[in-house]
């Protein structure tokens, strides 16, 4: 009611009318802030509508004022963590949102992205040593497309000390990930978030069909938040759980569905035991959003190992629509061209055409390379052999010319 009350004192008095500046929230934000400017709900609200890439350096500004003033601010300590993630500062996320954690300890939604920046702590953790070049695994791998969650916990077999402590640090900071995510989900969150950390936590420990099952619950609860089946904000009031009862999920609180669908591509593929539902992930991703590079590429990849070389075309061809200078994809529908047509000459030329294509793409130093142009000598061999099996038969004449006494003379 005050600040209804500031409102009317600052537009003038008189007779409310429709306005589109009236029905926007951010404006009603800013103009309290001119107003109020150490306004502490006022500050948090105005931040909140600027939680995004471009803005989120202004948000921990107002943030950071409204827990100055007010330092037991839990909501203002939680959004001053996202700000932070938002910004890649993961540690000072982490210690915004344990202050918010101890100022609201029942806050499930506090407990779910305290995981996720324990997660992306993890995952940072994993990255390769900047000495080690993997490449780019050009055959099938698509290293540069493809989501992956991190190394393997337990190392790759090196026994180095960096290596060691990389791994133990990186041990503690996904149990530490789990530990905030299975509070949230031992109280019942309805978040789908605590569904996407946690199974990223359990693929990152190779536990994939555990995994996967998250992953579609993730998918499952944000669609239906997204449909419209569930009200912009829903209470949890059938849990019995008191504090799950206040918990409010919005429509913002679902996960994006184009990256969630490559992981539970990925993940069932890993798990190597259901190639039909590795193709059905990805395709029911592309479903939702049709151009996704990964989901096209990925998809590709799962459609080739299932044996299905025309899926698996199409779907490379819509990817290399979108990055048309992909040596990667360039390679891979080289490959797949050989595969199809017989083997015809057709084919082969077309192969070579994109592997061509491709070389002319890459770098002299590239470790790739030499693959590329390894598979376009043997396409080319393959073609110097379609010419030799098209010429006509010679045999038969030879032998015609051998019995005429005449033939060596007459020839001259």
């Not at 409010?248 to 069932?268: F, H, K, M, P, Q």
């Not at 592309?286 to 459609?303: E, F, I, K, W």
């Not at 390894?374 to 004449?397: C, G, H, Y």
Request: net charge negative; aromatic share 6%.
């Amino acid at each position: 009611m005050v600040l209804l009350l500031a409102w009317t004192t600052y537009f003038g008095a008189g007779t409310l009318r429709r306005c589109k500046d009236w029905r926007s929230e951010r404006t009603l934000f800013e103009s309290a802030f001119k107003v109020c400017p150490d306004g502490i709900k006022t500050l948090n609200n105005l931040a909140v509508g600027m939680l995004n890439e471009k803005e989120a350096g202004r948000a921990e500004e107002l943030l950071r004022r409204a827990v100055e003033l007010h330092p037991d601010f839990g909501f203002a300590q939680f959004n001053l963590g996202v700000s932070l993630m938002i910004q890649r500062d993961h540690l000072g996320a982490v210690s915004a949102l344990e202050r918010s954690l101890r100022l609201e300890p029942s806050n499930t939604k506090v407990m779910v992205y305290l995981g996720q920046v324990y997660l992306e702590l993890t995952l940072k953790r994993l990255e390769p040593l900047p000495q080690r070049d993997h490449g780019n695994g050009v055959d099938a791998g698509f290293d540069d497309t493809q989501h992956h969650d991190g190394g393997a916990i337990a190392g790759d077999g090196q026994t180095d000390a960096s290596n060691d402590m990389r791994s133990s640090s990186a041990e503690s900071l996904l149990s530490s990930a789990e530990l905030n995510t299975d509070r949230a989900l031992a109280a019942g969150t309805g978040l789908p978030l605590a569904r996407l950390v946690k199974g990223q936590a359990l693929a990152l420990r190779g536990q994939h069909q555990s995994a996967a099952k998250f992953f579609q619950e993730s998918i499952d609860i944000s669609r239906r938040l997204l449909s419209g089946r569930s009200a912009a904000k829903v209470r949890n009031n059938e849990s019995n759980n008191p504090v799950i009862a206040a918990e409010t999920i919005e429509v913002a609180d679902a996960v994006d569905l184009a990256s969630t669908y490559n992981r539970l591509g990925l993940t069932l593929r890993d798990s190597g035991e259901d190639l039909v539902a590795t193709k059905e992930a990805f395709l029911a991703g592309l479903s939702v959003t049709p151009d996704d590079l990964a989901l096209l590429v990925n998809g590709g990849v799962a459609h080739q190992t299932a044996g299905d070389i025309p899926g698996a075309k199409a779907l490379f061809h819509r990817a290399l629509s979108l990055q048309p200078n992909s040596p990667e994809l360039l390679n891979n529908l080289g490959w797949l061209e050989e595969q199809t047509g017989g083997g015809s000459k057709l084919s082969l030329e077309t192969a070579a055409g994109l592997y061509e294509r491709a070389i002319r793409l890459l770098d002299e130093r590239s470790p790739v390379l030499g693959r590329v142009e390894a598979n376009l000598s043997s396409v080319q061999n393959r073609l110097l052999l379609k010419e030799v099996e098209d010429w006509p038969p010679a045999t038969a004449k030879i032998d015609e010319r051998l019995e005429d006494p005449y033939y060596f003379v007459n020839r001259q």
